[in-house]
């Protein structure tokens, strides 16, 4: 099991940008796709965007492409959303979530066994 610990929210403005952290202990970060969902008060938890541990190739929700951007350290047990134009409706729980061994890349919450506790994002207009 994964253990994962997220940190980096706050509030920004409409236009501004976040980068959020998501480290995990254990030995199978390196062989995890690793994953960011986000979910609003009232809303279903939704997928954002993930990061395969073979060859790093990603897959992002239509609303978040082009602005945020998911990223890996192995050596640092560590992935990374850089968060850029956010706007309004970007404002939710972000989550963390690692799968292991999968050699294909999910958007199904369901599918992740590991979650981290969450960090908040508030975007101002």
């Known amino acids: 099991q994964v253990r994962l610990v997220e940190s980096g929210g706050g509030l920004v403005q409409a236009g501004g940008s976040l980068r959020l952290s998501c480290t995990a202990s254990g030995r199978t970060f390196s062989s995890s796709n690793m994953a960011w969902f986000r979910q609003a008060p009232g809303k279903e938890r939704a997928f954002v965007a993930a990061i395969n541990w073979i060859d790093e190739s990603t897959n992002y929700a239509d609303a978040v492409k082009g602005r945020l951007t998911i990223s890996r350290d192995n050596a640092k047990n560590t992935v990374y959303l850089q968060m850029n134009s956010l706007e309004p409706d970007d404002t939710a729980g972000y989550y963390c979530?690692?799968?292991?061994?999968?050699?294909?890349?999910?958007?199904?919450?369901?599918?992740?066994?590991?979650w981290g506790q969450g960090t908040q994002v508030t975007v101002s207009s």
């Open positions: 979530a690692a799968r292991a061994y999968s050699l294909r890349l999910h958007e199904q919450a369901v599918e992740y066994r590991d």
